[in-house]
């Protein structure tokens, strides 16, 4: 009676410590690295890297933002669609996009301008002062300074997801358009796109 | 002495099963090439001899891009093929292979320059099967790179 009472005492102590040795304390990862999680359901890290690590590489060597009338290129970041079911942060793409538009030296990018986000809120607001007495009015920012932009870059996302008995795909595909804003014509496109499949276990 | 004769029998079909469960990549190009590349001349630093032996660096080409910057492929080939290497590859879940790779660019004072593709990659490579790493620089001022290449090993 002891002897099983001392197995079931030491299987459980053996249980427990299993089960205390599975756990994982928080640790930093690279977030492009291979111990980032891969999901089918959504884009991860590594993808929005992917996509903007391939779209910035595609831009800046294609040379489409040299322009012919002499006027220095300025993109304005303009809105990347969202056609899938996801809720999707492009700021994770597009914000890529601009550091490296700007570090590629090829181009300036207009924050006084552009879909969303808060950037463009502040160049307005500065013109804002320019009757308030508070302010020195030599270093007031006057109107008729800021410079439009010449390119605008946009684009979309599109998901199709398929099912196969117990397998899951999801196919991404990203668009992106550079247009030239004086003629209204598209100068450079790109595609990226990457599947992902998963098995859900039998049981 | 009968079932000796059996056993080999099977060895024999099982082996043929498997050979013919190859899944090989088979190319066949131009025999007088009319391209002329920049051949890059470069040196390389091996860690993980699994990845060594298993992919083939057959060339680095160099270009500059209308866009004025450096842009480097890296072809390479996956060495994967053969009844032996692709009954292991099979049997490690490693068939195709998975790789991530990664440009690092410097600048003419040899400082590392940090860019929007400055990130893992993944390429995947069937047995055989050919691909050309690519890398732009982040600007005209990089002349010169690392490329990285490692196992994935989340794709196991």
Known sequence: MIRHRMRIFFGAALTVLTAAGCRTEAHYIDPGGPEALVTVSSVDPAEWRKVAGEAAESLIASGALKRNDGMEPVVMIGRIRNYTLLHLEMGLLTNRLRQAILASGQAKVTSATGYGGNLERAVRRVRGIENDDLFDQRTVMKRGTVVAPNFSLAGMVIQQNAFAGRTEESYYMFHLTLTDLATGIAVWEKNVDFAKQATRPAL | ?156
């Open chain 2, 1 to 156: 002495m009968k079932r000796q004769g059996l056993f080999a029998a099977a060895a024999v079909l099982a082996a043929l099963g498997l050979a013919g469960c190859q899944d090989t990549i088979n190319t066949v190009e131009n025999r007088d090439l009319a391209m002329t590349p920049s051949a890059v001349d470069t040196r390389a630093f091996n860690t993980d001899s699994f990845c060594r032996d298993r992919l083939a660096l057959v060339s680095t080409r160099s270009t500059v891009t209308p866009g004025g910057v450096m842009m480097v492929q890296a072809q390479i080939r996956s060495e994967r093929y053969g009844f032996w290497s692709e009954l292991w590859s099979g049997m490690t879940g490693t068939n195709p292979y998975h790789v991530l790779y990664r440009f690092d660019w410097m600048d003419e004072n040899g400082m590392a320059v940090s860019t929007a593709a400055n990130a893992w990659q993944t390429a995947i490579f069937a047995p055989g099967e050919t691909k050309f790493l690519q890398g732009v620089a982040p600007n005209s001022r990089c002349r010169d790179f690392i490329l990285s290449v490692r196992e994935d090993p989340s794709a196991k």
